[in-house]
């Protein structure tokens, strides 16, 4: 079927008002959690061959999150989409107030290769959620999973309610050329500013979740163990390829040597190694070009090998990096980590606060004031202090970018408002009204209006 067909297909299906009925949308929650929790053999297999993740990491980073989302919302739909009452100013009298979560209509989720699971079902699910019909795009560059999702889904799910659309750039172009009521992107920020514009064209709200350089600073008042730790996981689980894994690190000089040290000691025992069980490969040749060329051979205290013929990079670390090396001017997105020193922390803060606002920003140290500093000064989508990348597994914390990082947010709650519309309601009662705002004006209907205002 053609793609306008079945998106004018949903329009009409929506109109039906069948998707605001809860009971219609948990069943088809259950539906797909059913479908996900039958098919993990298959899931994990797709995304083997797409870029050669385990089956721990497919179900710890991409299924438990979705999983996690279908619960979510089948547990709290009914108190998400409840009206809510809320005061009537003294204008108003006598009247009622309430905000009424309604649906959009018919939605595109636009997904990346990177987590392709959760990256293109978790917003397709906040969206089926609060009552919309969905068309799916996920990530060509993953062709299998794509592959996977499309069959499972389209076998299984009316296609003037769900649908996903197969398809790469020319696709997609297409598809951004129709009326949708909400477009929810995740990718590049180049790719971002495209859809926007498209979707500017139709006046359609956007989120966009985008990219940028996260950085991770440690200072000498960190518990340096658990920093190197939890660094190491965060930036070298898949292979690197992670929207929020720390970019870059700035390290308090007194203490470099020493946690360059631990980084190592804890990347051999991970045992994150290029073929390994824990390590994924890069997802194409076009990428493993680019970071190749970001290793500078003169600045590799580990690692620095890669196969292009297995597309494997070994976890890199540049040390005395500078912000004018080539590293520092675009998002790594792959397992190279540059390490920075920095004598002063206020400084250090300054600096990144000259670069665009990250997706997420991490900060290791058990002093308060520095903790503080970071947590007011900086603006970032989201972090952690002594921590990396987990802040994503709070459903309670709305997650997405802001400025060049993304617009919008999603997860829990937040997901069912990015899908839709809080729809104000006044009822008034027909009787009690004074009649001072009706014409005709005069004098003293005037001052007591300026009274009651
Ligand atoms: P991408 O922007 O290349 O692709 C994302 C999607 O856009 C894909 O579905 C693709 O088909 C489509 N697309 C690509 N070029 C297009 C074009 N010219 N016109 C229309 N559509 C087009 O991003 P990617 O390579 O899949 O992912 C990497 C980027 O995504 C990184 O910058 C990363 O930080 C970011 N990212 C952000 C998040 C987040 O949650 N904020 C998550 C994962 C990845």
């Not at 999150?65 to 279908?70: A, K, P």
């Not at 108190?79 to 809510?84: D, F, G, I």
Request: hydrophobic share 40%.
């Amino acid at each position: 079927m053609d793609i306008q067909e079945i998106v004018s297909s949903q329009q009409a299906f929506f109109k039906t008002q069948q998707t605001k009925s809860l009971k219609f949308r948990k069943m088809y929650l259950e539906k797909l959690r059913d479908i996900i929790l039958r098919s993990e053999d298959l899931l994990c297999e797709a995304i083997h061959k797409d870029f050669g993740k385990s089956k721990f990491d497919t179900f710890t980073t991409e299924l438990s999150f979705v999983l996690n989302d279908i619960h979510y919302y089948l547990k709290n739909l009914n108190s998400l989409s409840k009206p809510k009452k809320v005061t009537t100013n003294l204008s108003n009298q006598i009247g009622k107030s309430s905000i009424h979560p309604e649906p959009l209509g018919c939605v595109l989720v636009i997904g990346a290769w990177n987590y392709p699971y959760q990256l293109s079902l978790s917003p397709m699910i906040a969206a089926l959620a609060a009552g919309n019909c969905c068309i799916l795009k996920p990530s060509e560059i993953a062709e299998n999973t794509m592959k996977v999702m499309a069959k499972l889904i389209n076998e299984n799910f009316p296609p003037e309610y769900l649908y996903v659309y197969e398809g790469g750039i020319d696709e997609t172009t297409e598809l951004l050329k129709l009326k949708f009521d909400k477009i929810f992107f995740t990718g590049s920020t180049k790719v971002g500013k495209i859809v926007y514009k498209a979707a500017a064209e139709h006046l359609t709200p956007v989120v966009l979740e985008l990219g940028g350089k996260s950085p991770a600073i440690v200072t000498k008042d960190a518990d340096l163990e658990v920093a190197a730790k939890r660094i190491v996981w965060g930036k070298f689980l898949n292979a690197g390829q992670t929207c929020v894994a720390p970019d870059y690190l700035l390290v308090e000089e007194s203490i470099h040597e020493q946690f360059l040290e631990m980084l190592r000691k804890y990347i051999t025992e991970f045992k994150y190694e290029p073929g390994s069980e824990q390590y994924t490969r890069i997802i194409n040749r076009k990428n493993f070009d680019r970071l190749v060329k970001l290793i500078d051979h003169k600045k590799i205290y580990f690692g620095g090998n890669s196969d292009e013929t297995k597309l494997h990079i070994e976890p890199t670390i540049l040390n005395n990096v500078n912000w004018e090396d080539d590293v520092m001017q675009e998002e790594i997105f792959g397992p190279i980590l540059p390490v920075i020193s920095f004598t002063h922390f206020n400084p250090v803060l300054n600096t990144i606060l000259e670069h665009e606002k990250p997706l997420a920003a991490y900060l290791f140290t058990r002093n308060a004031e520095e903790k503080e500093a970071f947590t007011s000064k900086l603006s970032f989508g989201g972090g952690c202090i002594n921590d990396v990348i987990m802040h994503l597994g709070n459903e309670r914390l709305p997650f997405g970018g802001v400025g060049a990082s993304g617009i919008g947010n999603y997860h829990g709650k937040y997901g069912f408002e990015a899908f839709s519309h809080q729809k104000s309601i006044l009822e008034k009662a027909t009787w009690g009204e004074p009649s001072i705002k009706y014409p005709p004006y005069s004098e003293k209907k005037l001052s007591w209006i300026k009274k009651l205002l």
